[in-house]
T-cell receptor, first 114, second 117 residues
Framework: DAGVTQSPTHLIKTRGQQVTLRCSPK?????VSWYQQALGQGPQFIFQ???????QRGNFPDRFSGHQFPNYSSELNVNALLLGDSALYLC?????????????FGSGTRLTVV | AQSVTQLDSQVPVFEEAPVELRCNYS??????LFWYVQYPNQGLQLLLK??????LVKGINGFEAEFNKSQTSFHLRKPSVHISDTAEYFC???????????????FGKGTHLIIQP
């Protein structure tokens, strides 16, 4: 049973460019959340998708957007990249009430902006 | 708004000694609490969670944590650590939503557990 799969694992982009990160949730999960983890910090919540809609959003600018597809997979898009966007981007999936399943995290995509 | 404070950024412990990693949270509503572990260059792995019921929660790899509502704490403990426990540990909080599900997780800054032989 595959867990949460993220691609690519590493990415280098130039300031001002746009990037798309991808996530496939664990089998049976229908909710996907995205987190940004800067070096030496805890993860910060970006947003959560359920039923192809953004359900909740953290304190991130509109440059960060997302999408969820009918098969529950998700994309995170970041426009006009800044050096400060360099971080590990984590995807987490869940299903049903959190009491039953909790969140399962992927290994992340390491984004470097130069 | 919720917040999590992990009081120690780094905790050195000798192998086979006990360890406690401290976590305090701030929230005006009921909470769900979690401890995650992160090994180098990897994602987060759930150690244990408190949702309701017994305040003493047992997790994987011999870890346990105790929810103390009056002190707004959720400290993580292990009676005897091993070299393989060297990792970054994160405490996180969220709140249940009506109809099921929960808000996004709010994490602390992490505690680096260093096991010395």
């Amino acid at each position: 049973d595959a867990g949460v799969t993220q691609s690519p694992t590493h990415l280098i982009k130039t300031r001002g460019q746009q990037v798309t990160l991808r996530c496939s949730p664990k089998s049976g999960h229908d909710t996907v959340s995205w987190y940004q983890q800067a070096l030496g910090q805890g993860p910060q919540f970006i947003f959560q998708y359920y039923e192809e809609e953004e359900r909740q959003r953290g304190n991130f600018p509109d440059r960060f957007s997302g999408h969820q597809f009918p098969n529950y997979s998700s994309e995170l898009n970041v426009n006009a990249l800044l050096l400060g966007d360099s971080a590990l981007y984590l995807c987490a999936s869940s299903s049903g009430p959190i009491a039953n399943y909790g969140y399962t995290f992927g290994s992340g995509t390491r984004l470097t902006v130069v | 708004a919720q917040s999590v404070t992990q009081l120690d950024s780094q905790v050195p412990v000798f192998e086979e000694a006990p360890v406690e990693l401290r976590c305090n949270y701030s929230s005006s509503v009921s909470v769900y609490l979690f401890w995650y572990v992160q090994y180098p260059n990897q994602g987060l792995q759930l150690l244990l969670k408190y949702l309701s019921g017994s305040t003493l929660v047992k997790g994987i790899n011999g870890f346990e944590a105790e929810f103390n509502k009056s002190q707004t704490s959720f400290h993580l403990r292990k009676p005897s650590v091993h070299i393989s426990d060297t990792a970054e540990y994160f405490c996180a909080v969220t709140s249940p939503k009506s109809g099921g599900g929960a808000d996004g997780l709010t994490f602390g800054k992490g505690t680096h557990l260093i096991i010395q032989p």
